[in-house]
């Protein structure tokens, strides 16, 4: 039931099951990514615009702050401008080795780069949490995210206020901005999902 009482229904997406080889199963490709897109385009509707800023502020600034701890560290944030992945050189061997430790024990996957020595991926989104930047903190051997939320300005590297930043309007349809709740949102995926010719109303 929804917050005022009222009942509502519960829609799962899913794909078919496979019944058929591989190699025959065009079908089932596209209904997989199918709903890929549905699942695309119904978290941009449920977001909208200035959800979708929110978001992408918060990964960014958090990417900020790893970055930022990691030039502390005596680390190099390598590729210029970034946005919610970093590659890191970090700084010796001895080091690098100490981060693949550190990540071992706070059970953080990073990326390493084989092809170049002592350098490392890390990539954030929406869901780190300040205890998260902690812990990459900690892997780079670099201050806790408590001092660096106090002492950040935005240094180079980020794309805030250079020639990658958004300026032009998006999601402008009156779509994205009416279903901004769970029970809204539903509802409108139902009243899409009548609209479709179903087997089961077709035939």
């Known amino acids: 039931k929804q ?11 899913q794909t078919r099951e496979q019944h058929i080889k591989r190699n025959k199963a065009t079908s089932n490709i596209c209904t997989a990514q199918a709903l890929l897109a549905n699942m ?32 502390r560290a005596g680390h190099h944030i390598e590729d210029g401008a970034f946005f919610d992945t970093l590659k890191i050189k970090i700084r010796s061997e001895q080091a690098f080795q100490d981060a693949l430790v550190n990540a071992e024990i706070r059970q953080i996957n990073i990326r390493i780069y084989n092809d170049e020595p002592n350098t490392i991926g890390i990539s954030l989104d ?9 812990d990459l903190l900690f892997v780079l051997g670099a201050p806790s995210s408590t001092n660096l939320w106090q002492q950040f300005k935005p240094r180079d590297g980020g794309i805030l206020r250079t020639k990658f930043e958004r300026t032009s309007e998006y999601l402008t349809h ?30």
Do not use: N
């Open 126 to 134: 929406e869901t780190v949490t300040s205890e998260d930047l902690d």
């Open 3 to 13: 917050w005022y009482q009222r009942r509502v229904r519960g829609l799962t997406l």
């Open 40 to 71: 695309a385009a119904m978290y941009a509707v449920y977001h909208g615009a200035e959800g979708l800023r929110s978001i992408a502020e918060k990964v960014h600034f958090s990417t900020c702050i790893v970055a930022e701890g990691a030039r």
């Open 174 to 203: 009156p779509t994205f901005k009416k279903y901004h709740s769970e029970h809204q949102l539903i509802r409108y995926i139902r009243e899409l999902e009548k609209k479709d010719v179903a087997l089961v109303h077709s035939m």
